[in-house]
């Protein structure tokens, strides 16, 4: 049997900078706040965009801007002492928003990663699926109460502007735990600030009712540790094959595909991955009896049943590509595992990278 040792060439790069979201989890106050009102005067680096106030709730105060109990529910943050929270949904169709600004402006055409942290109010009496961003390169100061909407930004002179509607397939209607809201942006340039609310009137807004609200029909948010990550090539193996005598890869032992990764929220294969199970394939091609058992993985971000299925058809990406190249179905096997089975932690940028993986085992 002919033998391979894999020689991989490493190319590094940082894979997310820094973000670029300005006092991210609102723990920057110019005071501690007692009062619901004054969110441009209390908090630094964001404002509303509108005459719709939002309000700050921090550890330091207690009673009705008080954490994590407060006039509108109970809830702790989702990171450091403070978060915020805003009405996406009230009567005669009043909205509230939270603008936030950047370091840096985006730059053209560059792809970056957006979230937040969100969870729904004890007491209000709806949820709503209608959580969307703004991208302005000016600061906003809307003289209404009301959505804020195309007409609005075109009457504002020469804004540059981009509005992303992420049509969220469920309502956001969890009063218990912090959901994320995610979307990867493709900016136009120059973008420096962003604005997060309901930009739809109620008659078109996706809404329904919740148990055990108060009070007049509203949807209230709170939103906690808001980031921009620039989205950098990924850091790349180069695979080379080389003839030696001895084997690199054993049997029933576990292998991590170094260059089989995918954008935000896709399991369609780059050509980066694309060579590399290649080099798998012309593995598998010097025994016959080999077969290939492939897992995919994600790190804990979203939803536990969304990871399972993203980890499965990830998985059958890699597999359907080996059975392209000419490997028999009945020696190919893929499951996800989502998020059950990390290999380091999720709690930086870095450890989330690592656990979202596909991984190999040959078996005889």
Avoid at 18 to 28: A, D
Wanted: aromatic share 14%.
């Amino acid at each position: 049997m002919k033998k391979y040792i894999y020689i991989f060439l490493l190319f590094t790069s940082n894979i997310f900078g820094q973000n670029l979201v300005l006092n991210p989890s609102f723990e920057k106050t110019k005071f501690c706040k007692q009062y619901t009102a004054g969110f441009d005067r209390t908090m630094e680096d964001w404002s509303t965009a509108t005459w719709g106030s939002s309000d700050v709730y921090n550890r330091c105060h207690k009673g009705q801007v008080g954490v994590p109990e407060n006039v509108t529910g109970f809830q702790n943050p989702k990171h450091g002492d403070n978060y915020v929270g805003f009405l996406a949904y009230y009567k005669k169709n009043h909205r509230e928003y939270l603008q936030g600004k950047l370091s840096e402006p985006l730059v053209k055409d560059s792809t970056y990663y957006f979230s937040f942290y969100t969870s729904l109010a004890e007491n209000s009496t709806h949820a709503v699926k209608n959580l969307d961003v703004l991208f302005t390169d000016r600061k906003l100061k809307l003289r209404i109460f009301k959505p804020i909407t195309v007409k609005d930004l075109e009457k504002e002179h020469n804004l540059r502007y981009n509005l992303v509607l992420i049509h969220n397939q469920e309502y956001y209607n969890d009063k218990k735990k912090w959901r994320e809201v995610k979307l990867t942006y493709k900016a136009l340039g120059g973008e420096q600030f962003f604005t997060i609310g309901n930009f739809y009137k109620n008659k078109k807004t996706d809404n329904i009712e919740t148990p055990e609200g108060v009070g007049s029909y509203n949807a209230y948010y709170y939103v906690d540790e808001v980031s921009i990550l620039p989205k950098y090539p990924k850091k790349e193996k180069k695979v080379k094959l080389i003839p030696e005598g001895k084997e690199v890869f054993t049997t029933n032992k576990t292998y991590i595909f170094e260059n089989v990764t995918f954008d935000f929220d896709s399991f369609k294969l780059t050509e980066a991955a694309k060579s590399e199970i290649q080099e798998v394939f012309d593995y598998l091609k010097t025994d016959e009896q080999l077969r290939i058992k492939i897992t995919g993985h994600t790190d804990n971000l979203g939803k536990e049943d969304f990871n399972q299925k993203l980890s499965e058809n990830r998985a059958k990406a890699v597999a359907n590509y080996l059975m392209e190249l000419g490997v028999s179905e009945d020696r190919v096997s893929s499951k996800g595992l989502g998020e059950k089975e990390p290999i380091t932690t999720n709690d930086t940028e870095e450890g989330r990278e690592q656990n979202r993986r596909v991984a190999f085992e040959f078996i005889k």
